[in-house]
């Protein structure tokens, strides 16, 4: 089994419409953390304080068969089509430990798409 692992850093208040996407399309869950970062324009401030949005990165460990519809999925809720949205990325993945549960998930989705 060949493992990928999505990366979507997105604004905070699309979080949860892009992971209910997701899982409509075949994820089984996602990890969320708190992000900030800078890109092309500089922040805006306020007596020192960054007025900048706050972002969530969200991380989908799949099997490879199932990246494709999910990542279609995350690309249309997630509005990413859209400047300063935020932006979605597919890694490899070598090695992944702790997967019991999650990788008899992505057995029962492949049998059922190939037969």
Known sequence: MHLK???????THLTERIILAAKRAGATGATILPA???GLAEA???????????RDLLLFLLEENMV????????AEGELDNPGTGML???????????????????????????
């Open 5 to 11: 692992l999505i990366t979507v850093i997105t604004r």
């Open 36 to 38: 900030r970062g800078t």
């Open 44 to 54: 805006r401030s306020f007596l020192g304080l960054s007025l900048d949005s706050q």
């Open 68 to 75: 494709l519809a999910v990542t279609k999925a995350i690309h």
């Open 89 to 115: 990325f597919v890694l490899d993945v070598e090695q992944a430990m702790g997967l019991k549960e999650q990788l008899a998930c992505f057995e029962t989705e492949i049998h059922e798409q190939y037969n």
